[in-house]
């Protein structure tokens, strides 16, 4: 089992739509974790952290975090072009030289 | 969240040849960590580099393809060694914010080997 797993894309939403991206993770005492967009030829930019049960709003992103299920998600509501990128789920274990674990990416496309 | 300057952005090299990729921290850290991104993958990491100590690699890397230095607490290189097609790749660095939320990254050196 991977340590880090994503939904598999790609992912294409309409202008306007929500966009769902969801992540799971093997390790329980997995302690934070991070959402990050990668566009293509760029390196990968934090866009949201949740360390809590529940969610966390930031502007029109939303990240959900639920334990007990290890699942967290990413919504993204008012999808816009400019949102279409790669997006990496990462955790950090808390006990292992503070290294993160990614998932593999979901490509997301926005059409107009 | 630290700010990363990572150099040479891109490089072409010859095979068997080796190049150093420098990446400048503008606050301390305590750990560093290379990462390598083939096209369309997501990130392996490298090496975790802790200053004052050798760096820890991960499976599959050894120091003598990739060594790294780390000599305070703001920079750190990776070299990659006798390199190969199979090493063209993009190579970035990164490092934690506060404790340890933030992580960012470098820019990526895009590494092509010919």
């Known amino acids: 089992q991977k340590e880090v797993e994503q939904n598999s894309g790609p992912l294409s939403v309409p202008e306007g739509a929500i966009a769902s991206l969801n992540c799971t993770y093997s390790?329980?005492?997995?302690?934070?974790f991070f959402w990050y967009r990668q566009y293509s030829g760029k390196s990968p930019e934090l866009i949201m952290s949740i360390y809590s049960n529940g969610d966390k709003e930031d502007g029109r992103f939303t990240a959900q975090l639920n334990k007990a299920s290890q699942y967290v998600s990413l919504l993204i509501r008012d999808s816009q072009p400019s949102d279409s990128a790669t997006y990496l789920c990462a955790v950090y274990r808390g006990s292992t030289l503070g290294r993160l674990y990614f998932g593999r990416g979901t490509q997301l496309t926005v059409w107009p | 969240s630290a700010v990363i300057s990572q150099k040479p952005s891109r490089d072409i090299c010859q095979r068997g040849t080796s190049l150093t990729i420098q990446c400048q921290v503008d606050?301390?850290?305590?750990?560093m960590f290379w990462y390598r991104q083939q096209p369309g993958q997501s990130l392996t990491l490298i090496a975790t580099?802790?200053?004052?100590?050798?760096?820890?690699?991960e499976s599959g890397f050894v120091i003598d393809k990739f060594p790294i230095s780390r000599p305070n607490l703001t920079f750190s290189t990776l070299t990659v060694s006798n390199m190969s097609p199979e090493d063209s790749s993009i190579y970035l660095c990164?490092?934690?914010?506060?404790?340890?939320?933030?992580?960012?990254f470098g820019s990526g050196t895009r590494l092509t080997v010919v």
């Open positions: 606050s301390q850290v305590t750990m």
């Open positions: 390790d329980r005492v997995s302690q934070s």
């Open positions: 580099a802790n200053q004052g100590s050798e760096a820890t690699y």
């Open positions: 990164s490092a934690p914010g506060q404790a340890p939320y933030g992580y960012t």
